[in-house]
């Protein structure tokens, strides 16, 4: 049985959005932030765990998720886990005090938590691994539209229904696109059958790397129609766990999206209106283009480095040290300043982050095929730990240093100024990691 380009589009179409709604439900309290302020006297700290809530789950599920990914499959494991996410979205719209949004938003995590890295286990099944960097980026450019829908659309529409209401309705929709996605995803090609498996698999031969992370054949372990055992996939783990590349990209994405997402998902709202004193609206706009920059940057980088440059490190340490000079000049931004710079500096700070994105490319190719599935799931462990982190550490950094005051233009100096000293010593240390892709 032969699939034909369609199916393989659908596949890619279907898969982003399923982590669309991911990027969704990461960072939709920013635009309602003020809302929760109002209705439940919520602070800043508050606001932090509430957020935050979503992450530490979501990365304390990577590693389960990466066995479920290897073992049960994407199908299955990312339909069961998404109508989990609908029981906490119906949570959060319905709780009344702040433990119940945080345990709806605990729901939320644990339910998303396999979204993106089944998308990836599925692009590593069904396509070449040469067009792996670019059809990721473009996942995550679609999906993308989820923090777009968590800006302007979600502010317009909770202002028409409220923010409960706009909870529940996108609890609905979570709900049928899991039951369209049961339906539609296959999670490899059978022994026997050809189009994508075949040219897959070929292709897996042309350009493989053995278990030692080095180029070589990969054996009948790594074909696309067998799975391997828990005991096999855990014994790869402790493998990869003692990689130094593993620790450095790990470090890296941690500090890398969890500062972009921490800004994103929660500060950048903050910022924009009670220091900058624009208008949510303004806000919501400003967060748009924002996701429009990682929209457009996700697949440019990925073309750079398949394509181009034919580097990974010369993609990913460039962008970490552009992301550095924005989140400089978020600090020189003030009441006074043009909206059209904010624009700028915002839309900028998104386009740069899309260089992260490679940071997945780079470890996939460090290990077997078979192996993709927890390779990922480890490194994005570290990348949603660290959103966790830096939510509420930038918090708890603004409330000590700033205790009167924390959502003033000092507290947020300090912020992000510790943030930048973050990605300056994460792009020295990313020099010392291997370069998978070579001309």
């Keep these: 049985m032969k699939h034909s380009r369609t199916w393989l589009f659908t596949t890619v179409i279907l898969a982003a959005v ?12 920013a635009v309602i932030s003020p809302d929760l302020m109002q209705e439940m006297g919520l602070n800043a700290l508050d606001l932090s765990r ?10 304390i599920m990577q590693i389960p998720v990466g066995i479920f990914l290897d073992t049960v499959g994407p199908r299955i494991a990312m339909t069961a886990l998404t109508l989990l996410s609908v029981i906490g979205a119906i949570i959060f719209a319905l709780g009344t005090t702040p433990a119940w949004l945080t345990f709806g938003r605990v729901l939320l995590g644990v339910g998303m938590a396999c979204n993106f890295m089944g998308a990836l286990k599925l692009l590593t099944v069904w396509f070449e691994p040469r067009q792996f960097a670019t059809l990721s ?15 302007t659309p979600l502010v317009l529409i909770v202002s028409l229904v409220g923010w409960r209401h706009s909870f529940l309705v996108i609890a609905g929709f ?24 075949e040219i897959t698999g070929g292709a897996a031969a042309k350009n493989s790397y053995g278990a030692d992370g080095k180029s070589g054949p990969r054996g009948s372990e790594d074909r696309a129609d067998i799975r391997p055992s828990v005991s ?3 014994g790869r783990a402790w493998a990869l766990f003692h990689e130094k590349d593993y620790w450095i990209i790990s470090a890296a994405t941690f500090c890398r999206y969890g500062i972009y997402a921490a800004v994103q998902a929660l500060w950048a709202g ?22 429009i920059g990682l929209i457009l940057g996700c697949p440019l980088c990925g073309w750079l480095s398949d394509s181009l440059v034919v580097s990974r490190k010369k993609i990913i340490i460039p962008g970490i040290c552009c992301m550095t000079g924005l989140l400089l000049g978020m600090n ?13 500096v915002f839309f900028s700070f998104g ?43 930038m918090g708890h950094v603004m409330a000590r240093f700033f205790p009167d005051a924390s959502l003033t233009l000092p507290a947020f100096h300090l912020a992000f100024g510790l943030c930048s000293l973050c990605l300056v010593c994460i792009a020295l240390l990313y020099c010392l990691t291997r370069e998978t892709l070579v001309k």
Excluded: C
């Excluded at 980026?137 to 999906?143: C, E, I, N, P």
């Design 174 to 197: 979570t709900f049928a696109l899991a039951l369209v996605f049961l339906a539609v995803i296959k999670d490899r090609p059978r022994a026997d059958e050809g189009g994508a498996g």
């Design 18 to 29: 399923m982590f669309a709604m991911s990027q969704f439900y990461r960072a939709s309290v």
């Design 50 to 59: 509430i957020s935050a809530a979503f992450f530490y789950a979501f990365a």
């Design 137 to 151: 980026a473009v996942v995550v450019s679609l999906g993308t539209l989820g923090n777009i829908a968590a800006a």
């Design 270 to 291: 903050p910022f924009l209106i009670h220091v900058l004193e624009l208008s949510a609206v303004t806000a919501g706009n400003i967060l748009f283009l924002m996701s």
């Design 332 to 344: 020189r931004l003030s009441p006074d300043t043009g909206v059209w710079v904010v624009y700028l």
């Design 351 to 393: 386009l740069a982050s899309g260089s992260g994105q490679v940071m997945y490319a780079h470890i996939k190719e460090q290990v077997p095929r078979a192996n993709a599935g927890m390779a990922m799931t480890g490194i994005n462990f570290f990348t949603m730990a660290g959103v966790a982190v830096f939510l509420q550490g």
């Design 232 to 234: 096999q996939t855990l």
